[in-house]
């Protein structure tokens, strides 16, 4: 779910003004999961300017403590979120770890990066959410580690039925600064696509998986 509308457009807005965020329905995107997709976000962009990371930032961190109020820790997750993360842990005042997508093969074999004390409430901060696979991944090793988990915070999600329930399956709380809905309607507005193009980045989302220019 997004907290506000109006944070939701601005961070659309954004993200399509410094190509973050690509809409090319008329030249399809290949995914590493081999999807073809009309869409690529890259939000590790967001980083080369400085008054949007701040807006993020500020933004990501007044979500976190309307909702779960001041944490423990702010946990990012490797790799795309880990600035974005220690970012807001800053904004807060707080510790920052990192969660690795398996556990690291040599050295100290850890998963979670950084000083975790037994207990504590955590709040994982994610750049981007497709399936949310990966994302939960992060949250399950945090609970391996003893932490509280209580809840995640993302820039922007594509808004997949498979992502909502696999959240719901694990009981996790997501919150995104914006999402795909409004994404398109942004887009739409500042005439960033056509009606033809948006019947397409609609028609995408019902079946990416299968879907094809």
Not at 185 to 201: D, R
Request: proline content about 4%.
């Amino acid at each position: 779910m997004i907290k506000n509308k109006d944070t939701a457009k601005k961070t659309a807005e954004l993200l399509l003004k410094i190509k973050a965020i690509k809409l090319q329905p008329n030249d399809p995107f290949t995914w590493a999961s081999g999807w073809k997709s009309p869409i690529y976000c890259d939000n590790r962009v967001t980083l080369s300017f400085p008054q949007i990371r701040t807006f993020l930032r500020q933004e990501i961190a007044k979500i976190v403590l309307d909702k779960y109020g001041k944490p423990d820790v702010i946990a990012g997750v490797a790799t795309g979120a880990i600035a974005i993360g220690v970012l807001v842990a800053e904004e807060l005042g707080v510790p920052f770890v990192y969660v690795r997508p398996e556990v690291k093969k040599h050295g100290r074999q850890n998963q979670v990066e950084g000083a975790l004390e037994s207990g504590s409430n955590v709040v994982v901060i994610e750049d981007l959410i497709s399936t949310g696979k990966s994302s939960l991944n992060a949250v399950n090793a945090l609970k391996k580690a003893n932490a509280t988990v209580k809840g995640m915070v993302a820039i922007f999600s594509y808004g997949f039925d498979i992502a909502a329930e696999n959240f719901e399956k694990d009981n996790i709380e997501l919150v995104t600064l914006s999402n795909y809905d409004i994404l398109l309607e942004q887009a739409n507005e500042m005439n960033y696509i056509s009606e033809k193009e948006l019947l397409t980045l609609n028609y995408w989302r019902t079946n990416p998986s299968e879907w094809n220019q």
